[in-house]
T-cell receptor, first 111, second 114 residues
C-alpha cells in the first residue's frame, strides 16, 4: 500500500481559478515533505519543501501547507495559468534521502 | 544548484535488446539515484548508485536487469537489459545535496520497447 496518497487523481479547472490539491501520508517519522510539478515526459521540478516544524511554505502562486498531527499536506494554486497544467506529486522523505512518491494529481487548466 | 543531463532523452527499443542511459551532473555529488516511472504511475526508486562500489538495489530490482555504474562523483549509467514492453517507462536520474534538503532530477529518458 502506497504510504503517500493524493487526491483528486485528476482535476480540470478554468484559467484564473484557484485550486487545492491534497496529500495524506502514513509515514512516521519523516524528514520533510515536498511538492513537485512534473510536465508530461519530463523530470519533476521542486515547488516547495517543508520540514516537520513548518506549517506553510509559498513559492509564487503555489502555497503548501502541512499538518503533521493529521499527516496531511495541501498545495494551493492561486490564479491558475495554462502553464500550470501538469502532474503535481507529493513526496515524503523518510531520511537517507529515500523518497516515497504519491501517485500524483493530474491538473488541467482550460482557457 | 546542480544541473543534471540525461541521454538519451527518448528512444524506441527492440524487445530483447539493452540500452544504457547516461547521467551527467555539473558538480560533484555524494548521492545519485535512479528512478523509474511507468505510464500513469508514481516514481519508484530502482537503486542508489554508489561511487566506487556496487549499487544498492530496492526490492524488486536486480543488478542483472538494471546494472549501474558510478565511476566518479559526477557520472552514472543505468542499463536496462533484455528489454520487454513492460520496461517502457521514463527513467530518471536524481541527486541530493549532502544535507538531503535539495533533490534534483534529470529531464528523464523516455523508453518505449516494441
Amino acid at each position: 500500500k502506497n504510504q503517500v496518497e493524493q487526491s483528486p487523481q485528476s482535476l480540470i479547472i478554468l484559467e484564473g481559478k484557484n485550486c487545492t490539491l491534497q496529500c495524506n501520508y502514513t509515514v512516521s517519522p519523516f524528514s520533510n515533505l515536498r511538492w513537485y510539478k512534473q510536465d508530461t515526459g519530463r523530470g519533476p521540478v521542486s515547488l516547495t519543501i517543508m520540514t516537520f516544524s513548518e506549517n506553510t511554505k509559498s513559492n509564487g502562486r503555489y502555497t503548501a501547507t502541512l499538518d503533521a498531527d493529521t499527516k496531511q499536506s495541501s498545495l494551493h494554486i492561486t490564479a491558475s495559468q495554462l502553464s500550470d497544467s501538469a502532474s503535481y506529486i507529493c513526496v515524503v522523505n523518510f531520511g537517507n534521502e529515500k523518497l516515497t512518491f504519491g501517485t500524483g494529481t493530474r491538473l488541467t487548466i482550460i482557457p | 544548484s546542480a544541473v543534471i543531463s540525461q541521454k538519451p532523452s527518448r528512444d524506441i527499443c527492440q524487445r530483447g535488446t539493452s540500452l544504457t542511459i547516461q547521467c551527467q551532473v555539473d558538480s560533484q555529488v555524494t548521492m545519485m539515484f535512479w528512478y523509474r516511472q511507468q505510464p500513469g504511475q508514481s516514481l519508484t526508486l530502482i537503486a542508489t548508485a554508489n561511487q566506487g562500489s556496487e549499487a544498492t538495489y530496492e526490492s524488486g530490482f536486480v543488478i542483472d536487469k538494471f546494472p549501474i555504474s558510478r565511476p566518479n562523483l559526477t557520472f552514472s549509467t543505468l542499463t536496462v537489459s533484455n528489454m520487454s514492453p513492460e520496461d517502457s517507462s521514463i527513467y530518471l536520474c536524481s541527486t541530493a545535496t549532502s544535507s538531503g534538503n535539495t533533490i534534483y532530477f534529470g529531464e528523464g529518458s523516455w523508453l518505449t520497447v516494441v
